[in-house]
């Protein structure tokens, strides 16, 4: 797959990011407006950069395994060419993971 393929991959899923932020904030604003029993917002903590590099190393790692058994639910359901389509985004899951894991180590040494 081409570089500029993987980065409009990567803008895609950094503008559907954005829009599920967006709504999060937006439900998490009416939540708050209209005072829903029994749910309750925290206030926004910051991260620093190492808990934030931590993160996504552990989300990273959620993404990559659930991947990888939903390869594998569609290859022993006969579904080869949905399975190799899948391997394709877990090259690009185990991608981003690597570089998660660089970020912490990087993170880690400052």
Known sequence: ???DALFERA??????????LASAKATRLSI????MPGIVIAED??????????RHLTEGERRVANQRLAIARLYRSGHHDLAARGRVLLRLLEQSLRLARQDLKRESNT
Not at 11 to 20: C, H, S, V, W
Not at 45 to 54: N, V
């Open 1 to 3: 797959m081409s570089s």
């Open 32 to 35: 708050a407006t209209f005072g």
């Open 45 to 54: 903590l910051p991260e620093d950069r190492h808990s934030i590099a931590r």
């Open 11 to 20: 803008d895609r899923a950094l503008a559907e990011t954005r829009r599920l």
